[in-house]
Structures are given as C-alpha cells and as structure tokens.
C-alpha cells in the first residue's frame, strides 16, 4: 500500500505543479536556513575528539594577582594558561598517563628548493605525547619520541600541505629543511586532521585550522620561540633575558594531561594541590587554592565556544521554519479541497478513513522529502557563503551525513506533522459528499 | 439479499429540517434487478446511498445478504462496501489522471488483493465491457458511453453481490444508454442482483421490478411481468 500511495503523491503532485512546487519551496526553504544554522551550531557543539573526550584534561592553576583576580567578572577563574616554570614542572612530574605543554609559535622556513623564499609558518610547540592524546593521524612517519622531546632533538612533524609545499606531498620522512638556522628533521606528516572545535586549544581561537607543523616543546629554551599566542601576566617583572621571560609569571603554556578513571583525575587534582601548596611555601600562588581540570567538553563550555548568538539564530531559523510550515499547511489545505470528489470516490470504493489519512500523508511525506532535498541545497549554499564571508574551516561549515540525514528526517517530519491537520479535514469527508457532482 | 425495514433520513441544517426517507420499507431478492424511480426530491438518492451504506440513517433496520448492517462503524461500512456493493454513478467518476487499469484497481488495492489476482479480475473485467485493448487509455481519450463501461468494470471486479447504479445512462445519449443497460442485463443474467435508480421510465421497464418513490416513500411497486401496481 506504501509503493501504491507513493505512486499516487507523485501523480497528486503532477496535477497541481504550481500549487506542489510553492510547498516544496516553503518547505525547502525553511529547511534550507534552518539546516545552515544548525550545522553551524551542531558543528561548534560537537565533540571533537568523541573516544577521548572524557580522558583528556586541561589544567588551570591560579597563580594569578593576589589583589585581584584573572576576570574580574568571573572572579572564580584560573587563568587559562601556565607558566613556563609550572608547566615544566608538571611535565617533570609526570603524573598523568600521557601529558603535554604546548603553545603556538611561528617560525621561518628556508625552503630546500633555493629558488623559493623564505616563509614564515605557525607552528605548535608541543611534548610528544601530543600526538597519541589527541590520535593525530599520520600519512607518512609518526611523532617524535620521549627520547627526542628529552635530547631537544630538533624534529618536526609537517601537515600534509606544509609537506605539499616542501616536498611535492612524497614521504618526506628523514629529510631535513632550516628554520631558525637550525636543520630539522622531518619525522613525520600528518593526514588530514581537523577537529573542530580544535579543542586543544579555544583559547587561540576554537574554529581557527590546525598549525602548520609542530616541534618538540623542549626545544623552546634552545631556539628561544617565542609564542605567538596569547599571553597574559599580572606582574611587573624586570626581564632582560629569554630566561627570565622563561622564569616569568607570564601564563602563555596551554597544559593537557590524560588519565584514565575518575580516581586518576582525583589524584591530580590532589597532585596539583600538593604542587601550589609547595609553590605557596615559597612565596607564589598568593591567590587561595583554585586548581581545576577540565575535560574536553567541559572546556568547550568554559570557553564558551558555542556563542549565545549561534543559540539564537538557531531558536530564529526554527521559527522561519514554523512559518513556512504554517504557509505549507495553508497550501495543502487548498490542495486537498481540489481533492475532495476523488477522495469521495475512493471512500465510496471502500477506502477507510485510515486509508485515505495515511495517503494524504504519504503525499505531503513525499513533498516534505522533495522539500528536504532543495533545503539541502540551499543549505550546502549558506554554509558555503558563511565559508567565504567569514574565512571558516571545511569541518565548521560542511554538512556530513547525520545532518544530510537529519535534514530530510527534519523536513519529512515537520511537514508530515503540517500535513496532520489538512490530511484529517480530508478524511473527514463522507463519502457520498461529491459522487453526484462530479 | 437488501431488506429496509421503517428507515428515515433526515437532512438538517441551522434553519431546515428535510426528510429524505420516511418509514422507507423495501426488499430486494437475491438475483433482482429492481429499478427505482421517482420525481426530484422523491429520496432515490438516499435510499441508494444509504443502500450503498454510503450514508447512515436515523431509524429503522437494514439487512444486506443476510447481516444487519443498520449499526457499522464507518470502518465496517468501507470493507462491506469494498467488498459486497459495486457502485455506478450518473457521471461516472473515474479518476483522470489513472488509466483504465488504474481505475478499475483502485477498489481491489483496498481488499489487499495479490497483485495477480487483481490483475485477472481488472483484465478480465475490462472484457467483459469490451475495453481490454484500451487499458491503457485515460478516461479523456474515451466517449461517455466507453467511460461508463470503466465504471462498471470497476464495479464488476470486485464480484459484488450487490450493484447500485444511480442514473447510469443520465450522462450518455440513448444509443450509448441502451448499449450500457444491455451490459447491465447481462451482468444481471450471470446471477448479480442489480438497483438502479433512474426517472428514465422506459430504461426502468427494463429492470424486473420498479419501485416507484414519492415523498421519502414507496409509492408504488410494479412487476416487469404481471405490471401489478401494490402501493
């Protein structure tokens, strides 16, 4: 009876086009707009990192003024970074499963074809441990090791178009190119990756792509990179040297660290405890005891990575929705008065009230569907448009197949739920009403 | 087979009250082809659709083929409907955008029939009307007569025990309206009982019995043989 029904939308359809063309395109419409700004939404709320998500931590410690606090709105607020000296020392430690430190930097690159210039290129300053927290994926090589992050070893890793760029994309593993006068090492070439968020590090902007390259975090001290992040400091401080801006309470070193079970995690944040207990022996963290880990999510939101104005324009699109639903509902109520002799018929031929309701709604499920396709497309063309105007990442603004298929889910349910009221009115109608008249 | 016993039908509005049937009583044997006459208004209509159980009536019983059919739920009304009357209508009521084969299906798909089976009954139905090789024609490129011959192929395929035809020659001229009424008599010679209303009297000199209305009511019977007046 669906196949039967289904044949009969598409001929309903046929009989009216301007009347069906004007629901798809309500429908499409609403759908299209509303599916832009939910992608945006569905997109920046996602979990990046779905199977580590709850494993992975960022650390905040208040090392902060003591006269006042990080954000004077949100008083309760460790700032978001540490200091190199804390960070070197957590790294010391070594108390979670797997930690890193990192910070963005940028660094000139003297290309190995000489007829090329010298370009400057964003890189992340990380531990090598880096790269299996967040299951970075390798096309060719892999990270550096423990060994190499001790040793300052001077590696890279390259993303697949930095290696593009240097070496034509070919397995670049082993080969060397200058950057701050120093030769270094290709170790490895990432496969595409972009997780968005890019949850490691909101803090530099969450919709921002992943750097260039990364090199090991030891090597900060020895090259004297400098971040090219945020960096914030409460203290006048007379610095004359890298080491001194090093030993500085300058926050500037974003700091993960995963552990495994909810015991782990209580036993770091003791960890990070005992630590500012022993830092306030000596004179530091004058701020009473605020240490905090976050886990991926919960970073998110203390980020505020998904703005109320993107909430906003969500609640805004479903109600454009609602009225183009409410102008479909019109639609179809025209279009079923148009039916009332054949449905009269079909009554009088033995088709139960049920019969005749579930047809009307196959008909406006097919229109909905119809309607699910054209807003695919006008949505696929708004995230397009918000790429170009505001310069954002392919995962920020690309449909995938949960909202493909949400999209034709949405419009086949709302317009199948439009086509409740129109569908019962028709099946209302008696079936003597229109056999004498035809 | 169609026993009426004391119906009425009442049409109301805010201001008007009319009576369709009163004390309508009337049977039908097995096999009969009745023919039901009568002026404008005289209730043809309402006895056939409520014959049809097309629509419901105030008081009363009505026994179709041995059941008491007076109380159905509008769901049992469509089965009985679907499966034990076939309907043929002054203007024919084909759908226009379905081919012959489509229409005269259209019953079948509500009795969840195989899709075999209903293609036997549609072919076969279309040629014992004579219109097998047009199946797939829509309605728009046959005559009225053609058309009329659709609709009881649409009637026939679901082997109807009973056939209701409301001024089934209304809409054609006479030669076509003698063409459908010899198609009738035979379908009546293979046992199916037949009413049809019409105010044609020379088409209901045809059927066995004439039933003739007045007022919502019988008002006169009269037998093809005998032509006996019992009012």
């Known amino acids: 009876m669906f196949r039967y029904n289904v044949k009969l939308a598409l001929k309903s359809m046929r009989r009216n086009v301007i009347l069906t063309a004007l629901m798809i395109a309500a429908i499409g419409v609403g759908i299209g707009i509303s599916m832009t700004t939910m992608t945006v939404y569905y997109m920046m709320n996602g979990d990046p990192i779905p199977a580590k998500s709850d494993v992975l931590f960022a650390i905040t410690m208040d090392s902060w003024s003591p006269l006042r606090p990080f954000n004077d709105d949100k008083p309760d607020r460790a700032p978001h970074q540490l200091t190199f000296h804390d960070a070197e020392r957590l790294l010391a430690f070594g108390e979670g499963k797997r930690q890193t430190a990192m910070f963005e930097s940028s660094l000139i690159i003297e290309p190995v074809n000489e007829d090329e210039l010298p370009f400057e290129a964003g890189a992340r300053v990380a531990s090598a441990d880096f790269f299996s927290m967040f299951n970075v994926p390798f096309i060719y090589g892999s990270g550096w090791d423990q060994s190499a992050d001790a040793a300052a070893e001077p590696v890279v890793v390259l993303t697949k178009q930095l290696n593009e760029r240097l070496f034509g994309g070919k397995d670049s593993v082993g080969e060397r190119l200058i950057m701050q006068g120093t030769y270094f090492q290709v170790a490895g070439v990432v496969d595409t990756w972009e997780p968005t968020p890019r949850f490691y590090d909101p803090i530099n902007g969450a919709f921002q792509e992943i750097n260039e390259m990364f090199i090991p975090y030891s090597l900060t001290l020895a090259l004297e990179l400098q971040s090219a992040g945020s960096d914030w400091g409460w203290k006048s401080e007379d610095i004359t040297s890298f080491e001194q801006w090093l030993n500085s309470e300058s926050s500037w070193v974003q700091y993960f660290v995963e552990l495994e079970s909810p015991r782990d995690r209580d036993a770091y944040v003791a960890h990070l405890d005992a630590y500012v207990g022993e830092q306030k022996r000596l004179g530091r963290f004058e701020r009473p005891m605020n240490n905090n880990i976050f886990d991926v999510m919960e970073w998110m939101e203390y980020h505020e990575v998904v703005a109320n104005d993107s909430k906003v324009l969500v609640g805004l699109s479903f109600l454009f929705l609602t009225v183009c639903l409410l102008s479909t509902i019109a639609l179809l109520l025209t279009k079923f008065v148009g039916k009332t002799s054949e449905t009269s018929l079909r009554r009088a031929l033995g088709a139960s009230r049920k019969v005749i309701f579930n047809q009307q709604l196959v008909e406006v499920a097919v229109i909905g569907c119809a309607g699910g396709l054209i807003g695919l497309l006008l949505a696929a063309a708004g995230l397009k448009g918000i790429k170009v105007l505001y310069e954002a990442p392919d995962g920020l603004v690309s449909l995938d197949w949960v909202m493909i298929m949400t999209a034709i889910g949405l419009a086949v349910v709302s317009s199948m739920i439009a086509g409740l009221y129109p569908a019962w009115r028709v099946c209302k109608i008696p079936p003597a009403a229109q056999l004498k008249t035809q | ?231």
């Open chain 2, 1 to 231: 087979m169609l026993q009426m016993t004391g119906v009425k039908k009442t049409y109301r509005t805010e201001l008007v009250e009319t009576y369709a049937l009163r004390d309508m009583t009337v049977s039908v044997n097995d096999g009969e082809f009745v023919a039901v006459t009568g002026s404008s208004g005289s209730g043809k209509t309402t006895f056939l659709n409520i014959a049809g159980l097309l629509e419901s009536f105030e008081h009363g019983t009505y026994q179709l083929d041995g059941e008491d059919v007076s109380r159905l739920s509008d769901d049992e009304r469509s089965t009985y409907r679907n499966r034990k009357i076939g309907f043929i209508f002054q203007s024919f009521n084909l759908i226009p955008d379905l081919n012959l084969f489509e229409n005269v299906d259209v019953p079948l798909r509500y009795r969840r029939l195989s899709k075999g089976d209903r293609k036997q009954r549609i072919e076969h139905a279309l040629e014992t009307v004579g219109l097998a090789s047009r199946m797939k024609h829509v309605p728009a490129q046959l005559s009225g007569g053609q058309q009329q011959r659709v609709a009881i192929a649409r009637a026939l395929a679901g082997n109807p025990k009973i056939l209701l035809a409301d001024e089934p020659t209304g809409n054609l001229d006479s030669t076509m309206a003698h063409q459908v009424l010899d198609l009738l008599e035979e379908i009546h010679a293979d046992g199916t009982t037949i009413i049809m209303v019409t105010h044609d009297q020379d088409l209901a000199k045809r059927a066995e019995r004439n039933i003739h209305l007045l007022d919502g009511r019988v008002a006169a019977e009269e037998v093809a043989d005998q032509r006996s007046v019992a009012a």
